[in-house]
């Protein structure tokens, strides 16, 4: 197993990619540390991580085999995260890797020059923001050991723009920038740093709250329709699994990604290569 002995975080893990990616990483072997907000954000058009969802993650990890320890959490809460990151290593000792997944999409219709502050806000302090809190509290564990894997996880939004995602599209190009600078500064230190960016990930159907089926529902559209002009714009013709994204991280988790830093992997279907 890749990751035996390894200690994760995963933020926004009640649900979707983060759910997957605590379900990979306990496959392999980690300890997990499981965050999310479990509750609702104003200005996010949709129902986030639930406090019962975040247990049945956790529940499916522990029947993996894995030791698992969760958090209600707001990465836009530092001392919060600080006491959560206490906690973690109480328990299991330190960080080997972080998964800064946490993140929210709220498309507004409109052009960027008619956001309001707070919609504006909400994108950057949750997408960009949170990574770097999360990152500056578990980045000196790591330092000090001179081993570590962080992963932001961004998307296609931050390599291309979107029309009428102005702030989802700024946050996730701003976490980019942030992954590759973050990297040089801990490249000598030998902790690694590197950005995931999936392209449009199909809905689970079982999951209340579910990110398309809810961007659809605010931009007054039919899921199928919104899901096809996703899928018209991907040459492989197929939305992104959880689980194509969760592989990804645990590839760059692991020592088979030992000299990997900075780097930006699309996980998008052939998206982003027109």
Known sequence: MR???????????????????????????????????????????????????????????REQG???????????????????????????????????????????????HEFTEDEWQVMLDINLSGAWRMTSVVGPLMVARR?????NVASTAGLVGYRHFAGYAASKHGL????????????????RVNALCPGSIRDDSRVEGRMLSEIARSLGL???????????????NSLIEPEDVARAAVWLASDESARVTGSVLTVDGGFTIR
Request: proline letters at 6%; hydrophobic letters at 45%.
């Open 147 to 151: 081993t570590g894997s962080v992963i």
């Open 3 to 61: 990751l035996q002995g390894k200690t994760v975080i995963v933020t926004g893990a009640a649900r979707g990619v983060g759910r997957a990616c605590a379900l990979a990483f306990s496959r392999e072997g980690a300890d997990l540390a499981l965050l999310d907000v479990c509750g609702d954000i104003p200005g996010v058009p949709y129902p986030l991580g639930t406090a019962s969802q975040l247990d049945h993650t956790a529940r499916l990890c």
């Open 176 to 191: 980019i920038g942030l992954t590759k600078a973050t990297a040089l500064d801990y490249a000598p230190l030998k902790v």
């Open 222 to 236: 039919p899921v199928a329709e919104h899901e096809e002009t996703f899928l018209q714009s991907q040459p492989m």
């Open 66 to 112: 894995a030791a698992v320890l969760t958090a209600a959490a707001d990465v836009r809460d530092l001392p919060a995260l600080r006491a959560v990151v206490d906690r973690v290593c109480d328990r299991f000792g330190t960080v080997d890797v972080l998964v800064n997944n946490a993140g929210v999409a709220a498309p507004s219709g409109k052009p960027a």
